[in-house]
């Protein structure tokens, strides 16, 4: 359904583009029905034409399939998007998920108003009114945008009526107060868009001017611009306190967090004294401040003579009593309430005039008579002549032309002057009719009008004026409207204007199948709203054998399937049937073989059908074949069975049982033949089986020939698996010995000088080592086992040796340095030289010098590589040569 705003022209004379637009076929049946008119036309001729090509046919049918599935989806999304709810649109009825829904409302009602229950010691009568505005978020259709007559989801963005609190969606109030701006100045302004004009409320008709046309998603109270969608938030509040001003203004804020609706009455306890100010002041609710305290009044009333007797109160009525008054004039008296000690007594005054001579002709009044209006200076009837007169006279006419104006406004009195009005003008002119197309003689006190009736359009663009001699400004039409509503149930019945119609101000009640809940929507939501959840019981009958219904809450729609156990008496045996209830159950009909994609399946996909009882599954105790066990069998299978096991009974080689599965042994059904190798246990460590076939009996001695590894692992022996296994350790070893030299190494490194033998080899070591002392210059020769324990230390001939080099070696040392220091000597000595003889040399002598100079370097260059290299060179040859002479010595 189109929003109300977009509805333009419904109803009424239509424009050529709104013609245009309402002539052509739906979008959701063009392709589907163009492509199946075109592939059944064109299809047919196509397959008479080239009947070989089967191909192209179901190419044909693919693609109408492919558009028939694609107009279908359309049509789905179509159907859900206008089923709507106002929070949430997939309620579920299970009753599980309404408790839990229920609570999870009470708990954010509960949490909205704690604030405000705080306050009154958990009293929330004052919150009915806000209560039902939050309450209403959360029932399914109860909240509506009266402009598009859509629901008003949680995660939409709204605004909300300051005077009426009612919701609507942003972008839809936005173009209902441009809409409503944009009609009132086309047709009021003459200088049209220049004024400013206030837009009204859909609802409540209360006018915003156009700087209060919403632009932005705002919480309720006005703190946070698009608040996020919390569950456990009231929809579109922000969660915080809303602190806006009470009305009646009080000083106080609303306690409430952000919510929609009225803010509650004031909660505050405040001091107050009562209404007439006696009593001290108490503790008392703002909202309800005024108190009495029961005492008299005792205030004096404005008739002066009594005071107030009614108890503690604001202001004074009144005063009730009655007195004797007199009226204004004072002529009567009568009694009176006290509260209106004036009155009239509708008698003509009569009093004298200040002139004597005449009376005053007011009626009872209570100030002085007026003077004499005969006594002030007057005019003749025409107004020519003024004389002054005594009040006893009459003024006489002035004879003259009176040439008072007529009420044509436009020609004067042609009589004399006279009393009394003038007549009515009679002058012949010509006249100009009302809507300025014909002109006629005539006199002057008549109107002109021609019958030419006007053909413009009236305000509301729908109607002709039709009005004869119509000046231009047309009537606004009196007609109704009578354009069908968005609601498409009722009329407008406002006045015949322009523009989109005010939305429906019915409201229609959906019930839910019991009608036990109300819920009240407005007019046009009943089709698309879904019924309210009853908390009743379901009144329906049942619709199978059973007595009675399970006991389910009311809901739309058919009753769901029964689940109660059928226990209707089995055929065949004794037992009931323990399945559910399948007297009404859904089964999916055969469908009809169809002539071509052009027509549509006329039966529905599943049919309601009563299904008969299945077979008896009571379990009965029974053996198998074999005597294995005993299982429960189905009662309608009951009878021996096979258990699916080995049959186990033993075969005639007596080493085996019969690996059939479970049979009935008889004459022509037999167990089976063993063919089986022998598989009695070998004698213990023998790894090869029995060469002989199952038989009873001991198995012979094994004669195979065991291939093995000697204890060094490095020889192949063979040895009979008889003799192996019925030797003892002992034997063992020697038959698991190859007699060879054990190969492997000791710690030592030495070789192992036993025969092949298992396990780690001793360490005692039988080869001979030599050992030396320190100096290198007395040796031994020991065992390897032995040669940790004996250490070979020097004699005193190997320190004095050792004595005699350390001696050498320091000499050579004494006279490297005294060579250095006499080096040193000499250059000290030619460098005093040079400087004792001074002065100018010259340059012979100055060459030789310098060459003497650099000889002498050299010299000592060479000599310093002689102390530095030959010296030690020498003393290593002179070490070399006496270690030589003292180890042959």
């Known amino acids: 359904m189109e929003p109300a705003w977009r509805q333009q022209g419904r109803g009424r004379g239509r424009s050529q583009e709104g013609q245009g637009e ?55 999304r179509l159907v859900e998007s206008r089923v709507s709810s106002s929070s949430e649109d997939d309620d579920d009825d299970d009753e599980g998920d309404v408790d839990h829904k229920d609570g999870k409302r009470g708990k954010i009602l509960a949490s909205t108003f704690t604030t405000y229950t705080d306050q009154t010691g958990g009293d929330g009568s004052g919150l009915l009114r806000t209560g039902q505005y939050v309450s209403d978020l959360f029932q399914s259709g109860a909240l509506t945008c009266l402009i598009c007559i859509g629901s008003v989801k949680r995660t939409q963005a709204v605004w909300s009526c300051s005077s009426c609190f009612s919701l609507f969606h942003l972008p839809c109030i936005q173009k209902w107060a441009r809409d409503s701006a944009f009609l009132v100045s086309s047709v009021t302004d003459e200088d049209f868009g220049q004024k400013k004009h206030p837009w009204p409320c859909p609802k409540c008709r209360a006018e915003y001017p156009p700087s209060a046309t919403p632009n932005r ?34 000083g106080h804020t609303c306690l409430l967090l952000c919510h929609p609706g009225p803010c509650p009455p004031c909660p505050k306890m ?24 029961q005492q008299q009044c005792g205030r004096l009333l404005p008739c002066k003579q009594h005071t107030c007797t009614q108890p503690c109160h604001t202001e004074c009525s009144p005063c009730p009593r009655v007195s004797v008054q007199k009226c204004m004039c004072g002529r009567e008296k009568a009694e009176r309430p006290c509260a209106s000690p004036e009155w009239n007594c509708q008698q003509v005054c009569g009093s004298v005039l200040s002139c004597g001579n005449h009376t005053c002709e007011l009626l009872c009044h209570d100030r002085i008579c007026p003077p004499c209006p005969r006594s002030i200076s007057r005019c003749c009837p025409c107004g020519k002549t003024k004389s002054s007169l005594p009040c006893t006279e009459e003024v006489s006419l002035c004879g003259d032309t009176c040439d008072r104006r007529l009420s044509c406004g436009k020609h004067t009195c042609s009589m004399r002057c006279h009393r009394g009005s003038c007549e009515t003008c009679r002058q012949e002119v010509e006249k100009e009719c009302r809507c300025g197309k014909y002109r006629k003689l005539m006199p002057c006190h008549k109107e002109y009008l021609c019958d030419s009736k006007c053909p413009k359009t009236r305000s509301c663009q729908r109607h002709q004026c039709r009005r004869k001699c119509c000046p231009g400004n047309c009537p606004p039409c009196d007609q109704s409207c009578g354009r069908t509503l968005g609601c498409r149930n009722h009329k407008c019945p406002s006045v015949c204007h322009q523009g989109s119609c005010y939305p429906c101000p019915e409201s229609v009640e959906v019930t839910c199948t019991c009608s036990s809940t109300v819920l009240v929507v407005p007019c046009g939501r009943e089709r698309s709203t879904k019924p309210p959840r009853c908390k009743e019981l379901c009144r329906c009958p049942p619709s199978c054998h059973h007595p009675t219904r399970e006991t389910h ?245 190997c320190r004095d040796q050792q004595m005699r080099v350390s001696q050498l070696k320091e000499a050579e040392q004494r006279a490297a340095q005294e060579e250095e220091q006499r080096k040193l000597q000499e250059e000290l000595e030619a460098f005093e030289k040079r400087q004792q003889r001074g002065g100018r040399r010259n340059k012979k002598r100055g060459r030789r010098e310098e060459v003497d100079d650099e000889q002498g370097r050299v010299g000592r260059w060479w000599r310093m590589c002689a102390a530095v290299v030959l010296v030690p060179l020498g003393g290593a040859l002179l070490s070399a040569a006496a270690y030589y002479l003292l180890t042959t010595a």
């Open 217 to 250: 998603y705002m919480c309720y109270c006005g703190k946070l611009q698009d608040p996020p969608a919390d569950p456990w938030l009231v929809p579109h509040s922000c969660g915080s306190i809303c602190q806006k001003e009470l009305k009646p203004t009080c």
């Open 553 to 797: 809450r009311c809901h739309p729609g058919p009753c769901p399937a029964c689940r109660q156990l059928c226990l209707l008496p089995l055929s065949r045996c004794s037992h009931t049937c323990p399945q559910p209830c399948h007297d009404i159950v859904l089964v999916k009909s055969h469908q009809v073989q169809l002539a071509g994609p052009w027509e549509q399946p006329s039966e529905p996909a599943f049919v309601k059908k009563a299904l008969p009882c299945p077979p008896c599954k009571v379990p009965i105790p029974t053996s198998c074949f074999g005597k294995h066990e005993v299982s429960p069998v189905p009662c309608h299978r009951r009878g021996p069975f096979s258990c699916k096991r080995p049959c186990g009974r033993p075969l005639t080689c007596g080493n085996h049982d019969c690996s059939r599965e479970c049979h009935v042994v008889t004459e022509g059904n037999k167990c089976e033949v063993c063919e089986e190798d022998c598989s009695k246990p070998r004698p213990p460590g023998c790894p090869h089986p029995c060469p002989r076939p199952c038989h009873p009996g001991d198995c012979p001695p094994c004669g195979q020939m065991i291939r093995q590894r000697c204890h060094c692992k490095i020889s192949l022996l063979y040895v009979e698996c008889m003799k192996l296994m019925s030797a003892d350790e002992k034997k063992k070893v020697e038959l698991s010995s190859c007699n060879n030299q054990c190969p492997k190494e000791l710690n030592c490194g030495h070789r192992c000088k036993q025969v092949c033998h298992p396990g780690v080899c001793e360490e005692k070591c039988q080869q001979k080592v030599k050992l030396r002392c320190p100096c290198k210059r007395i040796k031994k020769e020991l065992l390897c086992s032995l040669s940790t324990q004996c250490d070979v230390q020097c004699d005193d001939t």
């Open 270 to 293: 405040v001091p107050v004294s009562c209404m007439c100010g006696k009593s001290k002041p108490l503790p008392r609710r703002c909202s309800n401040k005024a108190w009495s305290c």
């Open 22 to 76: 309402r002539s052509r076929p739906p979008l959701t049946e063009r392709p589907g029905a163009a492509a199946g008119a075109w592939a059944a036309g064109r299809g047919g001729r196509t397959k008479r034409a080239a009947a070989p090509e089967p191909p192209r046919a179901e190419s044909v049918q693919s693609k109408f399939e492919e558009i028939r599935k694609s107009n279908q989806a359309a049509a789905q």
